[in-house]
Nanobody
Framework: QLQASGGGLVQTGGSLRLSCTTS????????MGWFRQAPGKEREFVAL????????SYADSVKGRFTISRANAVNTGYLQMENLKPEDTAVYYC????????????????WGQGTQVTVSS
């Protein structure tokens, strides 16, 4: 249901945009989230978007640097990442759920494959 893309290698301070195309119904209480998992660490919440309203929420570690958005016409969500830091290096996953806009991983039923983001110092 979800297809993520856009990862890559970037230098500190650089930018990347991740995309996540969904085949799910987005006309109801659809929520798209982005999560990441660094080597040896647990998967963590990055950002989420309530699709119908456009309301977004961010982890403190990315607030002011990352922006989540969507393009209804192509059923695609985006994570624009600016001013990247080495600590942003991780595999990034998009996920989706139907229901409230919650950041907890356990509530997300649908997951895309991960896309690697590497930030060099």
């Amino acid at each position: 249901q979800l297809q993520a893309s856009g990862g890559g290698l970037v230098q500190t301070g650089g930018s990347l945009r991740l995309s996540c195309t969904t085949s799910g119904r987005t006309d109801t209480n659809y929520v798209m989230g982005w999560f990441r998992q660094a080597p040896g660490k647990e998967r963590e919440f990055v950002a989420l978007l309530a699709w119908r309203t456009g309301t977004a929420s961010y982890a403190d570690s990315v607030k002011g640097r990352f922006t989540i958005s969507r393009a209804n016409a192509v059923n695609t969500g985006y994570l624009q990442m600016e001013n990247l830091k080495p600590e942003d290096t991780a595999v990034y996953y998009c996920a989706a759920r139907y229901g409230s806009a919650l950041p907890m991983i356990k509530y997300y039923r649908y997951w895309g494959q991960g896309t690697q983001v590497t930030v060099s110092s």
